[in-house]
């Protein structure tokens, strides 16, 4: 019998924590077609923080759901089979997919291949089937043992990074001849700021705030950066399109005001500063969009074809890493203080953005 621990956040105050140890399940408890994975290691960035504050808007507390008012927040993590009940699923195979802060999760493979599976679970059927997939590290072309840091870290912000790139590029900038880019120095935002600065078609601004401007102006990857008291200094004459990484409703509404109707494309990717500044209604220039990536992504398979989208981004994700590999440090938090203590500092925007965080509970499987 296993032991299970869940990190848990109030859905309606998501700084209020707490950990739920329980007893775990073991085969015996396991119905025909499942199989449990211990949560080995995963990531824990921005983009978690996103999937809390926007945990009713885009459902991201129900791929997990938890009691009484509180969620699991998703991460990206790898997972090994401890037990099964499946015919195709061998107990000891890795894979790389979404799991809750938890040690364990229990999943009904659906749709099983030499590459993986989905979950079949019935709760999350009619949630977007990008979230549902589970990755075998033994048939995945990105993956090797070494890298396992980087791809937890960057594969799921790099690949919207990926997309939000290739969504700009397939609307012609809608006519900007510059991207603006908040939180900068986040890693989706600097992925992207990437792949914009090697088309070479718009000129790509990063915003961010004074403590992080040097990190983003070393990074080398935006033709311009300053800080979020620049932006009624902004060049209103070029058309602008709003890549927003921060989600912070006082800085929209300020570039907004300054661009008005030279502004032709706004989207919210993140919510890095979800604490800083509520939205302000109506706004000059685009409409503010929802940028969600799976949408993108689906419509790029269907143009392209599986493989193709697969070796453009493998491209893309072979200059990134190398890109970014001596960029940053890599920090590993163990243990449920540990948790704790990069969750809190997360929520309050106090990790230095050279610096990334694996995340593992310290308990056996």
């Not at 088309?199 to 070393?218: E, H, M, P, W």
Request: glycine share 8%; aromatic share 12%.
């Amino acid at each position: 019998m296993t032991k299970t621990i869940d990190f848990q956040v109030r859905r309606d105050n998501i700084a209020v924590t707490r950990t739920v140890s329980l007893t775990g399940q073991s085969e015996a408890d396991l119905t025909d077609g499942e199989v449990l994975l211990h949560l080995d290691r995963f990531a824990f960035t921005a983009n978690n923080i996103t999937y809390a504050v926007a945990g009713d808007m885009m459902s991201y507390w129900n791929f997990f759901p938890a009691a009484d008012g509180w969620g699991r927040i998703p991460v990206w993590g790898f997972g090994d089979v401890i037990a099964s009940r499946h015919g195709s699923i061998e107990v000891g195979a890795r894979y790389y997919g979404y799991f809750p802060m938890s040690t364990h999760l229990t999943i009904k493979p659906d749709r099983v291949t030499d590459q993986g599976f989905s979950d079949g679970c019935d709760h999350r059927k009619d949630l977007h089937a990008v979230y549902n997939q589970y990755t075998a590290t033994t048939n995945d072309p990105i993956y090797t043992s070494a890298s396992e840091d980087l791809q937890l870290l960057f594969r799921p912000l790099f690949t919207t990074a990926f997309l939000i790139d290739d969504f700009l590029d397939d609307n012609a900038y809608f006519g900007a001849d510059q991207v603006i880019v908040s939180s900068a120095s986040a890693k989706t935002a600097f992925g992207t700021a990437r792949l914009l600065s090697a088309r070479k078609s718009c000129q790509v601004i990063g915003l961010t705030s004074q403590a992080n401007k040097d990190f983003v102006t070393g990074l080398g990857c935006y033709d311009k950066v300053g800080t979020y008291e620049d932006v009624e200094t902004l060049d209103t004459g070029a058309a602008a399109a709003f890549v927003d990484i921060a989600g912070n409703g006082s800085v929209r509404a300020r570039l907004h005001h300054h661009f008005k109707g030279n502004l032709k494309y706004s989207c919210t990717v993140g919510a890095s500063h979800w604490n800083q500044g509520a939205d302000t209604g109506d706004l000059p220039g685009a409409k503010p969009m929802l940028f969600f990536a799976p949408a993108q992504g689906q419509k790029r398979n269907q143009d392209w074809g599986p493989a193709v989208f697969q070796e453009r981004f493998m491209a893309a994700w072979i200059d990134f890493t190398g890109f970014i590999a001596d960029q940053i440090s890599i920090d590993h938090d163990i243990g449920t203080a540990a948790i704790e203590t990069l969750y809190q500092a997360m929520l309050a925007g106090n990790v230095a953005p050279d610096h990334a965080h694996i995340a593992g509970f310290d308990i056996e499987s």
